[in-house]
C-alpha cells in the first residue's frame, strides 16, 4: 500500500514539474500515528524548503505556551508588553488575538527593510483599515509585531523559542527557525518567473531567487517534508508536549470568519479553520507551501519552488492517501493588466509602471478599467485589486470597504507622477 502510495505521489508531482511551474519539489502524507509517505524531487532527499507563513502556527504556539505561564494576557493591549507599539488610526486597543486572529486592521505588511522588524516600527506611519476584531484582514506585519512581544517577555530571540520550544521536542532535526546564509547548502534552490513585470507563462521558465535573511515571526522557518508532515501530526493528534488541552481548543477554533479570502472559513490562531479540518498556505520568494489536514485523520504537506505547484500537491496527496483519485493538475495563468483608455483626467498623472528595490514587490503597474484605477503586480502572485479614492488624495487598495492598505502619488512633473507610497514602501515611476 505505500509503495503504491509513494507511485502515485512520485506521478502527480512529475505531472507538475513537468509542465515548467516548479523547479524542485517536496511532499508528505502522514496520518495520526506516523508519516505515509515522504518524497523529494528536484533537490537532494531531507533537503529544507523554506515555507513561509506555515510558520505562524508556530508562533502561535510559542505565543500560547508562554501565555500558559502567565508571561502573556492575549487580550491585553500589546503596548503592555511594547509601550512604543503605535498604528495611524486606532481607535481602541490592539490586543494579542487581534494580531493572532488578523483582526487587527493592521496593513499586509509593507517590508521596508527586508530581514529586520523595523517594519513594526514604521506601522506607526500607516492608517488601521477598522476597529480591532471587527473584521479579517490578513497581516503578516501583525505577526512580526508578536515576534517582538515574545522576545521580550521571555528574553530569547524567536529562532531559540521556535527551536527549544517546538523542533527539538518533535525531533525536527531537519529543520531550522529561521533563514540565514550558512543554511543555503541545505536549503532547495528557490525559483521565480524569469519576468517579474507580466503574468508567467511556460515558456519564460524559472530563474534563482534573490535571496533574503529572515528571523520574523511572520514566516522564517525551514524544514523537510518529512520534518514538516512532523510537525502537522503533532497539530492533528495534539501533542501535549507542546501545549495544554485547553490552549489546544483556543488555537484550533474558529475564532474569527475568515471574510478576506473565500478560501478560507474561518481563521484560529495562526491556522486557518474549515468545515472539515484546518490548513494553512506560505510564500516565500520563490517557494510556496501548503499544510492540510482533513477530519477523516489524514494530513498532507507539499512545498514547491517556482511559480505554483504547492496547493494542488497537497490536495492531490490527501486524496491519494484516502484512496481517492486527484484533479489533474492545470496551470492558472492570469491574463495581462490592461489600460483600457477609460481613466478620468484628474487620475491620469497617476497611470503607469513603478518600481522599487523591494524583493517582495519589486513592481507593479496602475491602470484604468471601466472608469476606476486598478492596481497590479505580477512579481510573485497576478495580484490584482480596485482602488478607491479617498479623501486627502490617498486610494484604497483592495475589494473590502475595510482594506487598511493605502497608495499615494507625489512629485508631479508635465503631468505625471514621479513617485508611489504603498502602505510605507516607496516606488518610483519606470520608463517600461
Known amino acids: 500500500m505505500a509503495d503504491e502510495l509513494t507511485e502515485r505521489l512520485d506521478a502527480y508531482a512529475e505531472s507538475v514539474l513537468a509542465t515548467g511551474a516548479a523547479s524542485a519539489m517536496a511532499v508528505a502524507v502522514t496520518d495520526g500515528e506516523r508519516t505515509l509517505a515522504s518524497r523529494t524531487y528536484g533537490a537532494p532527499d531531507g533537503a529544507m524548503f523554506q515555507f ?10 510559542v505565543t500560547l505556551q508562554l501565555a500558559e505561564r502567565g508571561l502573556l494576557d492575549l487580550h491585553a493591549p500589546v503596548t503592555d508588553v511594547l509601550p512604543w507599539f503605535a498604528a495611524g488610526g486606532t481607535t481602541a486597543p490592539i490586543t494579542l488575538h487581534h494580531l493572532l486572529t488578523h483582526s487587527s486592521g493592521l496593513i499586509e505588511g509593507a517590508e521596508v527593510a527586508t530581514g529586520s522588524n523595523y517594519d513594526v516600527v514604521a506601522l506607526a506611519d500607516t492608517e488601521v483599515g477598522f476597529a480591532p476584531g471587527e473584521h479579517f484582514w490578513y497581516s503578516n506585519v501583525g505577526y512580526r509585531v508578536i515576534g517582538l512581544m515574545l522576545e521580550h517577555v521571555s528574553g530569547s530571540g524567536y529562532p531559540r523559542l521556535v527551536r527549544e520550544r517546538i523542533l527539538e521536542p518533535l525531533g525536527m532535526a531537519e529543520s531550522e527557525p529561521w533563514i540565514v546564509q550558512e543554511m543555503r547548502p541545505r536549503l532547495a534552490q528557490a525559483t521565480v518567473p524569469a519576468f517579474d513585470d507580466r503574468p508567467w507563462r511556460p515558456q519564460h521558465g524559472l530563474v534563482p531567487a534573490t535571496w533574503i535573511d529572515s528571523a ?28 495544554s488541552s485547553e490552549s489546544w481548543a483556543a488555537m484550533l477554533a474558529p475564532q474569527v470568519v475568515a471574510d478576506q479570502d473565500d478560501e478560507w472559513e474561518h481563521y484560529g490562531y495562526g491556522i486557518a479553520i474549515g468545515t472539515d479540518g484546518f490548513e494553512h498556505g506560505g510564500g516565500m520568494i520563490g517557494t510556496g507551501s501548503k499544510m492540510v489536514a482533513s477530519g477523516d485523520g489524514l494530513g498532507a504537506v507539499a512545498m514547491a519552488c517556482g511559480y505554483m505547484g504547492s496547493t494542488a500537491t497537497a490536495a ?44 517582495w514587490m519589486t513592481n507593479f503597474r496602475v491602470v484604468a478599467r471601466e472608469g476606476r484605477l486598478w492596481w497590479g503586480c505580477d512579481h510573485l502572485s497576478d495580484e490584482r485589486a480596485p482602488m478607491t479614492p479617498l479623501a486627502g488624495g490617498d486610494f484604497r487598495v483592495g475589494k473590502r470597504d475595510w482594506s487598511p492598505e493605502r497608495l ?25
Request: net charge negative.
Open 52 to 61: 513561509g507563513s506555515i510558520g505562524k502556527s508556530f508562533t502561535a504556539i
Open 216 to 243: 520574523e515571526a511572520d514566516g522564517c522557518i525551514c524544514s523537510s517534508g518529512g520534518d514538516l508532515a512532523t510537525y502537522l501530526r503533532a497539530l492533528m493528534t495534539r501533542d501535549e508536549r507542546l501545549l
Open 316 to 359: 492531490a496527496a490527501l486524496a491519494l492517501a484516502a484512496g481517492g483519485e486527484p484533479e489533474p493538475f492545470a496551470l492558472e495563468l492570469a491574463e495581462p493588466l490592461v489600460d483600457d483608455g477609460s481613466c478620468p483626467d484628474q487620475w491620469r498623472p497617476f497611470l503607469g509602471h513603478y518600481r522599487s528595490h523591494n524583493a
Open 408 to 432: 499615494r502619488f507625489d512629485t508631479i512633473i508635465d503631468g505625471v507622477a514621479q513617485r508611489a507610497l504603498l502602505s510605507g514602501s516607496l516606488y518610483t515611476r519606470t520608463f517600461t
